[in-house]
């Protein structure tokens, strides 16, 4: 028995990692480099500036990674480095009037700074025109020549009335004015005596013999014939005001249209851009429809009186300037914190009036994200995705397609607005940050994501444990005190840092990667060595930092520790006992876990049912679990169960347990109390198991190694340490101990131990102090061995359940 447990004991030096002084020998504080460089990221670095420098469609990226691996200050640094190393192929982007679809507005790219410059140019032509033109109307000699045009068609209009009268004179005929309801109309009526007489008072008086009929009938001949010419004068007179009209169209055309084509050739030779050479054109064309508008002979009112009615005026003419690279000078890298809908995509504000009710134009179309982005960089947090509706397809629509169509996400369904602007062309990288399970959940059922996101950069949690490694530490330990001005680290502080590293990676041969912690211990070092007085941050004061760091968030284990000190929780940490074995679990807090101690119990029967999982049939045992107790049934079978049927019924229960169980790393300690079941051998009640095992006997590594030894160890100290307590656990997980110094310090003097086993032989042995047995080539067990004593047992309950089963035989 002390062979084997001098042959599996885990010797002191080997139960912690400490960075070997010589290591940082000749380090000087003062001359280590801070950190510029991203670190320990090299496979994702390789896959992002894959993503970065090409240029094809759909090669965006995701990021996955831990949180607090530097995901997103990597990202910021590389894009910061992308946007600098070349030209960037930026453009401003314009809405403008859509003169012949209003609700389509068109939108134009102008180089960097002209869409400013060209916002500019349309509002100082638009003063232009409603200063300027005016006063050209306003001169004398256009005045005079006017007026010439409008006496001359005048007259004609006077000499064609003149003549029209003289023949009704003639004729004996007079013009009236008639209402007809509530319209007033000409009309002819003959002169009697002078006076004009309506024709129904002329036909009574031929009725009366007061006048003659064949008189009446060459006045009613008269009538109609006087009438059509009345009627052709009057076409005749408004073919003169036509005509004036046309005349005096031309000779404002001849005075404003040279000015204001001469202000558009000159724009159209600054942009040279076909779309806004068609929009000038346009322009060109509706601001000769406005001339009469300018025109004082038209009134004073025809011009706005307010600077609001102004704008509301002429707003039509505007440009909406949605996108102002003026001041950029490299790509623009935006990350956006709320992507909402209207954030990410732009929104169409509308306004409510009384009347027309929720309206909207072109110049009330704002940009989001991606438009700000465009040319540049677009960094997303994943999960933010899919917190609003449509948010997600419309971003992939958008990447799939290069374009963008700003619209927006009406939840009230509001009527009024219907624009639909011309979509806009995006050249976007977009980043998206995010677990690497939301990932692989749009990998395997997104079919469109795997088009827009075809790099992926995975960010490892480890790296290498060298003297790289250690270095690239010391440089980041460096960044962080120079930019939080943080008190100098000392060489046994830098190392301490770095085996908080170590641990916190789970194994010696790596570094974590979670620089947010490890910057977190940083600040928290250094505050607390000021706090004490001290100059610089020693290895004592990391040490207590840490402490103080698990305190803030361990009330759990204290009040769980304090159910144990009441023996509230059973456990027993002396003696033996058959069937009943201290099984090991990890309690997960997320920023917390801690070990402790559980009892695990086997009970036997004659029966044919088997191993029964009593957590099973409670409902509180999880997958691996199950697997695990399936596991333990097979190795049950290849061990005993070759030559004959396992006939017993045996149940396995973690006693006090009230919650889930899951994980198989209790699978071979079930196994130990199952096999003390069995063979009436006592377990010894001082030592803990933890591991899995596989059919064939052999333990597997488990998680949380350092959790449960110092759980256990906790929970021995409460009586205090007899020199018998200890822990068997995995040969695999000895690169992984890395335990704090009480438990370091009592195996060193001898009074607790840890055991490192491979098989369930070396385990059963350690824990009854009876050798398991190996089996011999006829398949049988040496005589007073676990194994055997097992077989006899097992074959004693067939032959039990046998005359139960059969009573006659």
């Not at 929009?279 to 509706?286: P, S, T």
């Not at 939840?411 to 940050?433: D, F, M, Q, R």
């Not at 790596?510 to 940083?522: E, P, Q, Y």
């Amino acid at each position: 028995m002390s062979d084997i447990k001098s042959e599996l004991r885990v010797e002191p030096n080997n139960l912690q990692y400490s960075i070997d002084d010589k290591r940082l020998a000749g380090v000087s504080y003062e001359s280590i480099e801070s950190c510029r460089e991203i670190i320990g990221q090299d496979r994702a670095l390789k896959a992002m500036d894959l993503g970065l420098e090409m240029k094809s469609r759909g090669y965006n990226i995701f990021v996955t990674g831990l949180p607090g691996t530097g995901r997103t200050t990597a990202v910021r640094l590389l894009l910061e480095r992308a946007g600098d190393d070349d030209e960037p192929e930026l453009k401003d982007i314009c809405f403008v009037n859509n003169f012949t679809m209003p609700d389509c507005p068109r939108v134009l790219y102008f180089p960097v700074g002209g869409g400013r410059k060209f916002k500019k140019e349309i509002g100082y032509l638009i003063n232009w025109m409603v200063t300027v033109i005016p006063k050209v109307f306003s001169t004398q000699n256009y005045k005079e020549r006017r007026q010439r045009i409008i006496s001359e068609f005048e007259n004609r209009q006077r000499e064609l009335l003149k003549y029209f009268e003289g023949k009704l004179k003639e004729n004996g005929f007079s013009v009236v004015q008639i209402q007809v309801g509530t319209a007033i109309r000409s009309d002819l009526r003959p002169l009697v005596n002078g006076e004009p007489v309506p024709f129904s008072d002329l036909e009574k008086a031929v009725t009366e013999g007061q006048f003659k009929d064949e008189d009446l009938q060459k006045l009613k001949a008269e009538y109609e014939k006087l009438t059509k010419e009345m009627q052709q004068t009057s076409e005749d007179s408004k073919a003169i005001m036509e005509d004036m009209e046309e005349e005096l169209n031309k000779l404002d055309s001849s005075l404003a249209i040279p000015l204001i084509s001469s202000k558009f050739e000159v724009l159209k030779k600054v942009h040279e851009q076909e779309a806004v050479r068609q929009y000038l054109d346009e322009l060109y064309e509706v601001f000769l429809e406005l001339l009469d508008m300018l025109h004082p002979g038209n009134g004073e009112q025809n011009l706005p009186s307010t600077p609001e009615k102004f704008r509301e005026a002429f707003a039509q003419f505007e440009v909406n300037l949605l996108v102002d690279n003026a001041e950029q000078k490299s790509r623009p890298i935006i990350i956006e914190d709320f992507p909402t809908f209207k954030n990410l995509f732009g929104s169409i504000e509308r306004v409510h009036t009384p009347n027309a009710g929720w309206q909207s134009d072109f110049t009330r179309i704002r940009g989001g994200a991606l438009l700000q982005a465009n040319g540049g960089y677009l960094v997303l947090q994943a999960p933010d995705m899919f917190l609003e509706p449509y948010v997600w397809p419309t971003l992939k629509r958008t990447l799939r397609t290069g374009r963008l169509t700003i619209t927006n996400l009406d939840a009230l369904n509001l009527s009024g607005s219907g624009l639909k602007p011309e979509a806009v062309e995006l050249n976007v990288k977009v980043i998206l940050i995010g677990h690497s399970r939301i990932y692989d959940a749009l990998y395997r059922s997104d079919d469109d994501f795997k088009k827009v996101f075809k790099v992926k950069a995975e960010f490892d949690y480890t790296m290498k444990n060298d003297s790289d490694g250690i270095l690239r530490y010391t440089q980041f330990v460096k960044k962080i005190t120079n930019e939080d001005n943080l008190l100098a680290f000392g060489q046994t502080g830098l190392a301490a840092i770095a085996e908080y590293g170590v641990k916190l990676s789970g194994r010696r041969e790596k570094l974590s990667t979670r620089f947010t912690s490890i910057a977190d211990l940083v600040r928290e070092s250094s505050w607390l060595a000021d706090r004490n007085g001290k100059k610089s941050v020693d290895r004592d004061t990391v040490k207590e930092a840490r402490r103080l760091q698990i305190e803030r968030v361990n009330l759990a284990e204290t009040k769980i520790q304090e159910m144990y000190e009441q023996d509230v929780y059973l456990i027993d940490v002396t003696g033996s006992k058959v069937g009943q074995i201290n099984g090991l679990s990890v309690y997960d807090l997320g920023e917390h876990a801690f070990g402790r101690p559980a009892r695990i119990t086997a009970s036997l029967s004659p029966g044919a049912d088997g191993v029964i999982n009593i957590e099973r049939e409670a409902a509180l045992s999880g997958r691996t679990h199950d697997k695990g107790i399936l596991i333990l049934s097979g190795f049950m079978r290849h061990r005993f169960g070759r030559k004959r049927p396992l006939v017993f019924t045996a149940s396995l229960c973690f006693e006090q347990s009230y919650g889930g169980i899951d994980g198989d790393s209790a699978s071979s300690t079930e196994v130990y109390a199952l096999l003390s079941a069995l063979t009436g051998q006592p377990i010894n009640q001082a030592l803990a198991v933890t591991g899995s095992v596989n059919q064939k006997g052999e333990i597997q590594p488990i998680g949380g190694v350092n959790e449960k030894i110092e759980g256990y160890f906790d929970v021995c100290m409460i009586n205090g340490l007899t020199g018998d307590q200890g822990v068997l656990m995995p040969i695999q997980n000895r690169p992984e101990l890395m335990l704090k110094d009480e438990v370091v310090e009592a195996v060193r003097k001898g009074l607790f131990h840890i055991y490192a086993v491979s098989h369930v032989d070396e385990g059963i042995e350690l824990l009854t102090g009876i050798p398991a047995g190996e089996q011999k080539a006829d398949g049988s067990f040496p005589k007073g061995s676990i194994n055997h004593m097992a077989e006899h047992r097992l074959n004693e309950l067939a032959e039990t359940w046998k005359r139960y089963i059969n009573p006659g035989r």
